[in-house]
């Protein structure tokens, strides 16, 4: 069984959220967003590393609020950059050497089901880069500036990529290790292994792994989530240990 890390990004402003709190502290169904996206994966045998990136200005709010909590789920903490591709490579900086697979998940995606991570890393194993994704069922319209119908797009082919993105350690590492290479800045880390010429993988997924983006999306999450149990993390060390930072 491949051992595999797996990187919590939390480090974005969340600015299309709304309000004065980040959704990655928002509460869902009485916990933090990033807390129930952790827990998905906890208690799984194929993970060695669990790392949340966080962003610089709420590190000091994180270790105050939340450090006991983290330890005591075995949670490395790490600070992100100015970019989300900066907080990815902070995180793989962190990444334990006995890792052979890397996961990268979104923090605002709290709905993800065990069946869902469990295929991608399966093909990822495999293929050594896959990702969650779901094809578009709607009509796809191309909109002007003035907000007028240019035209409708066609959706034959059209996927929505989501997280976890899983790849071979020595694949995402070499990735970012060229990411200078890209123009402009990418959405998702699977933009970064295609300009490597790696093939990625993609996994079929669904609607209901959804990233929460404004407020209104957290109502939706929460129902998502209560059809969804989540096993209770384990208790290898004392809640009160000092989190690793």
Known sequence: MAKIAVIIVAAGKGERFGGNEKKTFA?????????????????????????????????EHVRQKFG????????????GGATRTDSVAN?????????????????????????MIDAVFDEATKSGAAILAAPLTGTIKQVS???????TASREGLWEAQTPQVFKRSVIEEAYAKRSE????????????????HPVA???SDFTNI????????????????TR?????????????????
């Open 27 to 59: 509460n869902i169904d009485g916990q933090p967003m990033f807390i129930r996206t952790i827990q998905h994966f906890l208690n799984r045998d194929d993970i060695c590393q669990v790392i949340l990136v966080i962003a610089p200005e709420d590190d």
């Open 68 to 79: 006991p909590n983290l330890a005591f789920m075995g949670v490395k903490g790490v600070t």
């Open 91 to 115: 995180g793989l900086e962190a990444v334990a050497e006995e890792a052979e697979l890397i996961a990268i998940h979104d923090a605002a995606r709290p709905c993800v089901s065990k069946a």
């Open 145 to 151: 500036d003035a907000g007028t119908i240019d035209q």
């Open 182 to 197: 890209f123009e402009g800045d990418p959405t998702d880390d699977a933009q970064l292994v295609e300009v490597i010429g």
């Open 202 to 204: 993609v996994v079929k």
């Open 211 to 226: 990233k929460v983006t404004t407020r209104p999306d957290m109502t939706l999450a929460g129902a998502i989530i209560r």
């Open 229 to 245: 149990p989540i096993d209770k993390p384990k208790a290898p060390r004392s809640p009160f240990e000092e989190a690793q930072w």
